[in-house]
């Protein structure tokens, strides 16, 4: 008829428990000598209220290391480790990937070709580049470039400067805005 321990609803101070614990020696030790009958009733009942298991605390749970603590926490840890892992390596090759296609780009294209004329059959020839040639817009009108740089003009208004030396750059660049839009002929864009 062992009672489960009793939970205390407000824990005890350390100076409490030792009291206790030195009164509750006294008593043992006072049982253990042969007390009278009517004094043996009174000492049970009172052991048995004080409750048996009181006077050794249970052992503590054996210390288990940190990595079996935390047993399940190891291959959340290798997961995300070799996802970090897979991610970097996958980046890497992309900048190794775009920095070739960038060089290739740089190369110039004689020693392309001469590789291809060397691998291609003798009966063919290469096929010569292609170059796109540079198309010449058609000058803008003179309207059109007054009223471009009226826009700008509006803008270059509307600007906050942080500080005094770009305050001047935009008031340069407005007067020059400015003389143009008066000039009689302007110049080609």
Not at 25 to 46: L, V
Not at 132 to 138: A, I, N, Q, T
């Amino acid at each position: 008829m062992n009672e489960a321990p009793k939970l205390y609803t407000n824990k005890p101070k350390k100076a409490h428990l030792k009291q206790f614990q030195e009164q509750h020696k006294g008593k043992d030790f006072a049982s253990s000598m042969p007390p009278p009958s009517t004094s043996s009733a009174t000492a049970a009942a009172a052991s048995y209220t004080m409750g048996s298991g009181s006077s050794a605390p249970p052992p503590p749970p054996p210390k288990q290391s940190f990595a079996r603590r935390y047993r399940f926490l190891w291959p959340l840890l290798l997961v995300v480790n070799l996802a970090v892992g897979g991610y970097v390596l996958v980046r890497t090759r992309k900048k190794d990937t775009a920095v070739e296609e960038g060089e290739s780009d740089v190369v110039p294209s004689a020693p392309v070709s001469t590789t291809a004329a060397t691998t291609a059959p003798i009966g063919e020839k290469p096929s010569p580049s292609i170059v796109e040639p540079v198309m010449l817009r058609d000058p803008i009108p003179v309207d059109q470039q007054r009223e471009l740089f009226k826009w700008i003009l509006e803008e270059k208004r509307k600007a906050k400067p942080k500080d005094s030396e770009e305050k001047k750059r935009i008031d340069e660049e407005k007067a020059i805005l400015k003389n143009f839009i008066r000039a009689k002929s302007i110049p080609n864009i």
